[in-house]
């Protein structure tokens, strides 16, 4: 007996947010089937346009009751490491550092490399459960890096982050800096090896891009040569700009030109290049520098930002704002970027913080947020068959129930999955066409070794704190628990 061939059929599903190419925009559709066979899409429409779906069907499912989605794609995260940084910096900053944590604390709490692949599976199973199918994790190139991802079933994207060398404060109020532009060259050499490696995976689903990590940790030739070497392969690179208060002075004090202005001037800024984070242009509220015109050159450009707002809001930081640069037609993308890797989290802060930080409810729409989880953010990786239901675009796409009570009543779908329901309501998540979430569990792997090499990961952060830390201080004194323990 043969086994049955021809695609899966989800039939007469509540609501499909389908792709509109005519319009470049989702839209949604109720009561339509969506197909897929193998690897792609194959048909989106409604029940009633009298066309259908006619090819051979395999697996019939019944849609009633559901919403499908597209497959959020997480422009920005760094799940090497800090999945264990869980109950540590959740309300911890520097107030003599802008209120950043990434100088002070950051190298303290970091794990150890040997637990990476642990934390990048934590992550990657928030991840699938909150909808997302493609990560972009901007790390430390090793060559077992790949196979983290792969056996996952998760669509990776690794961004091989080098740099010259790292910062440190040994006083809590201002940032050293050890630079070996030597060692950035030979590390920037590594980093395409591996990006080239990466995108020979066999699976199909992990690719590799460049990503000069930070802005005041490589050089002008370092960028521009991380540069050449994207555009040789039709690339983009990501680097980390426009972060932190420190960062925006540090770029000043060395080109006397910003974060933005630099990019601009070395010819770095354009549409080649992805700005992780991209918060502190001159004209934002918490700076005073009226001497440039960051916004401007930014739209100009065609750069496009990773936005990560939950990260930013633990420390009373926002983006000025998503609705103001989605409007100027700066390409933005959503990111993770910390812990906890969901989604769906983002897309909400993204809107609440928007509009906190415009002092209006227009400040950042539920349109905005998905599109730049979805479709934008696929655009910035140079994947339009991403972040879309639409036939011809990759079978990455989340179920939700629309019996789940947080989704009812259900007048507006995704307004009620982002700001009601959350990752409760995502059912069903496949990735290229194979399910890897199934009733809301993961079916690829299993965490439980994860988690607990996690905990022994943190535990050896906990004892190591005070030699790390450049004032001696304990775990407890640094990031002090919401209530003291007694007894």
């Given at each position: 007996m043969t086994e049955a061939t021809g695609a899966t059929l989800y039939r007469n599903c509540d609501w499909?947010?389908?792709?509109?190419?005519?319009?470049?925009?989702?839209?949604?559709?109720?009561?339509?089937?969506?197909?897929?066979?193998?690897?792609?899409?194959?048909?989106?429409?409604?029940?009633?346009?009298?066309?259908?779906?006619?090819?051979?069907?395999?697996n019939d499912i019944d849609g009633a009751g559901l919403m499908l989605i597209p497959g959020f794609v997480d422009i920005h995260s760094h799940p090497g490491h800090e999945p264990g940084w869980k109950g540590m910096l959740e309300e911890l900053g520097s107030a003599k550092l802008g209120q950043s944590?990434?100088?002070?604390?950051?190298?303290?709490f970091n794990i150890g490399p040997g637990y990476a692949k642990h934390a990048r599976r934590v992550a990657v199973s928030e991840?699938?459960?909150?909808?997302?199918?493609?990560?972009?994790?901007?790390?430390?190139?090793?060559?077992?890096?790949?196979?983290?991802?792969?056996?996952?079933?998760?669509?990776?994207v690794l961004w091989a982050m080098f740099r010259s060398g790292p910062w440190k404060t040994t006083n809590g109020h201002s940032v050293e800096y050890d630079l070996d532009p030597a060692r950035g060259d030979r590390l920037l050499r590594e980093a395409i090896d591996l990006m080239d490696e990466a995108g020979r995976h066999p699976s199909g689903r992990i690719s590799g891009l460049l990503c000069p990590a930070q802005i005041d940790t490589v050089t002008e030739g370092q960028i521009l040569e991380a540069l050449a070497a994207a555009r040789d392969r039709g690339q983009p690179i990501q680097i980390h700009a426009a972060q932190s208060i420190v960062e925006f002075q540090e770029i000043l004090r060395r080109y006397g030109e910003t974060p933005i202005g630099w990019l601009d001037r070395i010819g770095a800024l354009g549409p080649d290049l992805v700005i992780?984070?991209?918060?502190?242009?001159?004209?934002?509220?918490?700076?005073?520098?009226?001497?440039?015109?960051?916004?401007?050159?930014?739209?100009?450009s065609g750069a496009g930002v990773a936005h990560c707002p939950v990260v930013f809001a633990r420390r009373g930081i926002a983006l000025n704002s998503l609705g103001r640069y989605v409007e100027a037609g700066i390409p933005c993308g959503i990111g993770t970027d910390s812990f906890p890797h969901?989604?769906?989290?983002?897309?909400?802060?993204?809107?609440?913080?928007?509009?906190?930080?415009?002092?209006?409810?227009?400040?950042?729409?539920?349109?905005?947020?998905?599109?730049?989880?979805?479709?934008?953010?696929?655009?910035?990786?140079?994947?339009?068959?991403?972040?879309?239901?639409?036939?011809?675009?990759?079978?990455?796409?989340?179920?939700?129930?629309?019996?789940?009570?947080?989704?009812?009543?259900?007048?507006?779908?995704?307004?009620?999955?982002?700001?009601?329901?959350?990752?409760?309501?995502?059912?069903d998540v496949y990735v290229d066409g194979v399910q890897v979430v199934r009733d809301g569990e993961v079916t690829t792997f299993d965490i439980a070794e994860d988690i607990a090499m996690l905990r022994?990961?943190?535990?050896?952060?906990?004892?190591?704190?005070?030699?790390?830390?450049?004032?001696?201080?304990s775990l407890e004194e640094l990031s002090p628990r919401v209530f003291p323990v007694r007894g």
């Open positions: 499909i947010v389908a792709w509109d190419a005519e319009a470049g925009s989702h839209v949604y559709l109720q009561n339509a089937d969506l197909a897929f066979s193998g690897k792609d899409v194959v048909y989106v429409g409604k029940r009633s346009s009298g066309k259908g779906y006619d090819g051979p069907v395999a944590s990434l100088y002070e604390f950051m190298p303290v991840l699938l459960k909150s909808g997302v199918t493609t990560i972009c994790d901007l790390g430390q190139p090793t060559p077992d890096w790949p196979e983290h991802y792969a056996e996952t079933g998760i669509r990776a992780g984070h991209g918060i502190f242009l001159n004209d934002h509220p918490w700076l005073h520098f009226p001497h440039a015109n960051d916004f401007e050159r930014l739209r100009d969901n989604m769906l989290d983002e897309l909400r802060m993204a809107c609440y913080a928007g509009r906190i930080r415009a002092g209006s409810y227009t400040g950042a729409t539920t349109a905005q947020a998905f599109t730049a989880a979805t479709s934008a953010g696929a655009d910035l990786i140079r994947r339009p068959d991403l972040g879309r239901l639409a036939p011809g675009c990759k079978a990455d796409f989340a179920v939700i129930d629309m019996s789940n009570p947080y989704m009812q009543p259900d007048y507006e779908p995704l307004r009620s999955l982002i700001y009601s329901a959350n990752d409760r309501a995502v059912r022994r990961g943190q535990a050896e952060v906990i004892a190591g704190a005070p030699g790390r830390d450049w004032a001696g201080r």
